[in-house]
């Protein structure tokens, strides 16, 4: 179910009230769940202070996880396009394979200081169940993942990647036996368990204090590349191009950004196989501000305020809402959003194949649609980084369905 409320006020009291962007955001959940989340809060915020858990988390992302990941200038698909130069960001090197570990690892050490031993999460492709059953196994957690049933017959491979790492994986029946139905059931779990039970949410969504925690774990993929670009070009990026499902991986790369006006932030939304509702899943081109969830902001929905079914061929954008910071960002004009279609992502995930010997997940493949869009169209002195949020392995069964490859 989904509603409208708009919180007005001005500047002033819209900073003071914690976990909204704008208007946006906010703590939409039942009355069951505000002592887990005001418990959440107050201990993430003494983590943050805390040096030893940031030291530690520092470690595990260089040693367990893989960071810093690269900065690579992708001269040939520069030379392609003829126009703006091209680097990418490299989170598909990290470990398992996308930048979902980077927020795992931070809530899988924020559980284990709350003394939180048994682990919930949801997944819709099984990427996020993966990095979270990594995570478990790491730190010697129990974990549950949530996963829906048509998810579970379509991502068969995670479902026993996760399995093997221990994790039970609970197939939830309910819905359309996606992604949004398995969020309800954790969430459900989480009301009745909540005394032993952390529940690591996989993207920058939900009630606060997810969107800004899950962000901040993120803002590394941001801070690295800035510091790398200046040493490589000594300047900054004209255009910073990330996909959006929920969108952690764009956060991430935009955050510290965000004060340099002059960077473009776009991000990439899933544009599916049409432009009718349930054909796509592009938040900001057809849907309006309603709750999903735990938090108010831009939705996919009927007129009765009915959430309305998505496509993507990319799983991991295949989601009716979007995080609220992203809806504060479209709505003041500083990010700006676009889509690609999935006949384009599968092109897209071909031409980087050929031209740089890099297989991108679908995903990161619509961003990657957006710069061959609009580096022709740039002067070749300005630069252009595009996230790169997850390899391709995940994806070769729906590639070889749908490309046909001769020779
Ligand atoms: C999950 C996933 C996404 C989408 O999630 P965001 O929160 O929007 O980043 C994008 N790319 C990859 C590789 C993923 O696994």
Redesign the pocket.
């Known amino acids: 179910m989904a509603t409208t409320t708009v919180i007005k006020g001005d500047k002033s009291t819209k900073a003071a009230v914690k976990g909204r962007f704008g208007a946006y955001g906010g703590r939409y959940v039942p009355e069951t769940l505000m002592s887990a989340l005001e418990e959440l809060e107050r201990e993430y915020d003494k983590a943050k202070r805390d040096r030893r858990f940031q030291r530690r988390l520092d470690e595990l992302l260089h040693t367990y996880a893989g960071r810093p990941t690269a900065l690579f200038f992708a001269r040939r698909l520069t030379e392609k396009l003829r126009g703006a130069k091209i680097y990418l960001k490299r989170?598909?090197l990290l470990h398992t394979?996308?930048?979902?570990i980077n927020n795992c690892l931070g809530q899988g050490l924020l559980a284990e200081r709350m003394g939180k031993r048994r682990i919930i999460a949801e997944t819709?492709?099984g990427?996020?169940g993966v990095a979270t059953a990594t995570v478990c196994a790491l730190l010697g957690f129990e974990c549950v993942v949530y996963m829906g049933t048509e998810d579970m017959r379509r991502q068969e491979l995670n479902v026993f990647r996760m399995r093997l790492l221990g994790a039970e994986v609970r197939g939830v029946d309910s819905g359309s036996r996606t992604l949004k139905d398995a969020i309800n059931e954790a969430m459900r779990d989480w009301v009745t368990n909540v005394r032993n039970t952390h529940y690591l949410l996989?993207?920058?969504l939900g009630a606060h204090p997810y969107p800004t925690m899950v962000r901040d774990f993120h803002k590394v993929i941001g801070r690295e590349a800035r510091a790398q670009i200046l040493k490589a070009e000594g300047k900054l990026p004209a255009a910073i191009i990330?996909?959006?499902?929920?969108?952690?991986?764009?956060i991430?790369i935009f955050y510290e950004f965000i004060k340099d006006k002059r960077v473009r932030l776009i991000g990439v939304e899933a544009g599916g196989c049409g432009d009718n509702l349930g054909q796509h899943a592009a938040r900001f081109h057809g849907g309006s501000p309603g709750v999903l969830q735990g938090t108010f902001s831009y939705l996919l929905q009927d007129v009765a305020g009915q959430v309305a079914n998505t496509h993507s061929v990319?799983a991991?954008?295949d989601y009716p809402s979007i995080?609220p910071e992203h809806a504060a960002l479209h709505d003041s004009g500083r990010a700006e959003y676009v889509s690609a279609s999935d006949t384009e992502a599968l092109d897209a995930c071909t031409l980087l194949a050929r031209t740089e010997g890099i297989i991108p997940?679908l995903?990161?493949a619509h961003a990657v649609v957006e710069v061959i869009k609009r580096a022709p169209r740039m002067k070749k002195s300005d630069i252009v980084i595009v996230n790169v949020?997850?390899?391709g392995d995940k994806d070769i069964g729906i590639l070889r369905e749908n490309l046909k490859l001769d020779g």
């Open positions: 989170e598909d394979g996308a930048h979902k819709g492709a990427q996020h996989g993207s920058v990330a996909c959006v499902g929920g969108g952690s991986n764009s991430g990319s991991g954008l995080g997940a995903e990161s949020s997850g390899r």
